[in-house]
């Protein structure tokens, strides 16, 4: 394809696995705070997410963008989330809307919604419960980092009501390789496998959305996310389930 995509925060897990299953799909460009190894196979724009003039210069010519970058460190202090998640946010969404960029997928996070888990949380079978969460309650974040992440997603809704750019939250899982954490259930009920992740990041790049917030995790059967979202807006359509690949 000639659809131009920049993936901020290339070298992290998840970059690195939307480039192993869709590199030939599109023409990528790269950028990370960190030089690549030696064989890492692409050219990448070697830069902070606060370097204004360099983001800039990446959105250029570009279609759409996946926004990784930032700290994604659960402990992360109030200090790096505004710097990093925030600011770097805010500056990558006005370089978009300035260059007329038509489609922004912000990589959100399940710990945006982290307090709606706590101990004396209900279950998933009972009536009463709040799962599973489908993107359209509120935000209840469980750390300084999903407070990041929440004010990521506010800052799309506005660029997007402001300026008209399609913009897609996606609330991410565990994206913990080919198979599920063995003794951490809630990791299970939240993983995303390597392939659905490929083909989920496809489809966000695919369909047609103005704002939306989705769940970005596997066909999990003790999930507590509702794929209804991801389905219904972008054709998404996961293969694995975390019950399945348990050793």
Known sequence: MNEVVLLTGALGNVGRTILSHLSDSYTWRLLDNQPPDSDFPYDVITADILDTSTVTEAVEGVNAIIHLAGDSQTSASWKSVLRNNIEG??????????????KFIFASSNHAVGHYETNDKSTLSDPNSPFPLDGTELPRPG?????????????????????????LCVRIGNLNGDSPPVDYARGQSMWLSNRDCGHLFDRCLQASYGYEIVYGVSDNDSSYYSLDGARNILGYSPRDNSAEHMP
Request: glycine fraction near 12%; avoid cysteine; charged fraction near 20%.
């Open 89 to 102: 946010t805010q500056i990558l969404l006005e370089a978009a809307v300035n260059s007329g960029v038509e």
């Open 143 to 167: 750390n300084l980092y999903g407070a990041s992440k929440a004010i990521g997603e506010i800052l799309g809704r506005y660029y997007h009501d402001e300026y008209g750019i399609s913009v």
